[in-house]
């Protein structure tokens, strides 16, 4: 079973993430902030991250520049979530390293074809 880390510092947004990724299948881990994520990474990598921009103590692109430089051989696939209002932002992910962007709220079809066009699905 392939894992997914859900990045939010909202409870509700990754309570609704994890509904949907647990209904496709995926097993579901959780962090608050970018910290709390590198150091589940660190511990054990997931398949994919689900990655929120805006959070306290480390931001999602924070994380993304720290991910990139542990040169691993086989890193997670990274879905950046943003929001409309943020589109600015989606470049500075992916050149930070991030696969695919999803705008918030999403979906179930959204997520799932974004997780089909990195490879996990
Ligand atoms: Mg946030």
New binding site residues.
Partial sequence: MLNCLVV???KV?RKVARHILESLNLKVDEAADGREALEMCDAKLPDVVLL????PVMS?LDFLKELSRRDLPQPPKVIF?TTENGVDHIRAAVDAGADEYVMKPFDRDTLESKLQIVGIL
């Fill in positions: 939010d510092d909202s947004i929120d921009w805006n959070m999602g979530c």
